[in-house]
């Protein structure tokens, strides 16, 4: 709670000119630099891929015709929760240098207006996260509105024009990290006890792109003995309605996300967030 | 990435930074901070504190280079009764203005007397408005040390805040 000496400190510390141009100023000059070391990464990252062609090159030409066999044994697809747990505990250990998860995002965005009628759309969002599997490494994520619009039945659509605040960005986990390694933070948080929403407990674990497949496959196994929590052929539901995953039932990746309005009869029905993930591996990220 | 750090934090961080020594100096180190977070040159561990703590925490190394320029500008606030911006301005020129807010004069001599780390502690929860864990994180300490030794310094102030 703030007192006289907080006041008196305040006073002493006068609050001296920091107006916003100066700001623009140095955010312009510290920018500028930051592609200079971007594009030096960039010659080692290309210098490392044609080393790479050229060995993969050298592997093919030189391997016996026998081991054009299958590398993996085709697997059992996961029929629970459990079942998808363990696919994701004995998947191959990557040894690429980048996990690029993709998010595809069409999130319900309404505008309230006081002095004319509330606009809305459906619009869709990419994320892009690129985390090294090394420690000591940048992480990249880029996010953007794409420009794509779908209509919003009973709202004149939001202008064209119209840029997003970071409030209406889709927030899909909750850790903020510079570089590796870094630890989803919800995953130090119990579950919700409350059935209704185990999976909104659960959601930023297992979308984080800092979740590792071990960590996932405990949340799955923890949501698998939730009651109220339901596997219907890969889709995930608990006794909310609110939240569901789909996961792919041949790799244990959760591929898709939705997240009903919370009165389902609000927006006809339309969900507040949908979002489609893709996971690989990468040896190179964009600069 | 960085782009949005720097637009999330560096206007609070550069406002408490020009308090402290001025806005010329604040540009230089709101600059330097970035370019240290962006080089990982003190690389940021989400399970030792928040993205908060460990940006004060650079800025605060390297305000550890101006804190003579503070410790000057505090005794010039002392000896004049002015606040730190006109102190700075009073560098320059040989007009001194009386004032007789004495009770800052005394929180100013006391401010330039304590250790560097103990008036940045003082001033991060009290300027930035950063919480005790947060400064903690900045200044790496423990949480409990940084509260016990927050209360004994605010103690401290009061006292010549009232003499």
Known sequence: MRDALDDDLAELYAVRGADDVRLARLREQLFAEAPVRRSRRWVG???????????????????????????????????????????????????????????????????????????????????????????????????????????????????????????????????????????????????????????????????????????????????????????????????????????????????????????????????QLSVSVSWEWSDQRPS | MFAELFDEHAHPLHRYLARRVGVDVADDLVSETFLAAMRGERSYDPERGSVVGWLYGIATNLLRGHAKREARLLRTAERYGVDLGVAESLEHTVIARVDSRSHLRRIARELARMADADRDLVLLVSLAGLSVQEAAEALDLNPGTARSRLHRLRAKLKEVEHA
Request: net charge negative; hydrophobic share 40%; charged share 20%.
């Open chain 1, 45 to 271: 990252a290309a210098a490392a891929a044609l080393a790479v062609v050229m060995i993969t090159g050298l592997v093919v030409l030189l391997r016996p015709e026998s081991r054009d066999a299958p590398a993996t044994l085709p697997v059992k697809p996961a029929e629970s929760l459990a079942e998808a747990a363990t696919l994701l505990e004995t998947a191959e250990k990557p040894a690429a240098k980048y996990r690029h998860v993709k998010y595809t995002i069409w999130q319900t965005i309404v505008h309230d207006h006081d002095d004319r009628a509330d606009r809305g759309s459906v619009v869709e969002f990419e994320i892009d996260a690129w985390v090294p599997t090394a420690g000591g490494e940048l992480i990249n994520i880029f996010r953007r509105a794409t420009g794509q619009r779908q209509p919003l039945a009973g709202y004149p659509p939001l202008e064209p024009e119209v840029e997003f605040a970071d409030s209406e960005m889709p927030k899909l986990w909750s850790t903020w990290c510079a570089v590796t390694p870094c630890t989803e933070s919800s995953l130090s948080l119990p579950l919700p006890v409350d059935p209704a929403r185990k999976l909104e407990g659960a959601s930023a674990r297992v979308l984080s792109p800092y979740t590792t497949n071990e960590q996932k496959a405990a949340t799955y196994r923890e949501l698998a003995d939730s009651p109220g929590v339901h596997w219907d052929n890969g889709t995930v539901t608990d006794a909310g309605g609110v939240f569901s995953f789909r996961i792919d039932p041949t790799t244990g990746q959760v591929v898709e996300f939705v997240q009903q309005q919370a009165n389902r009869n609000s927006l006809g029905g339309v969900p």
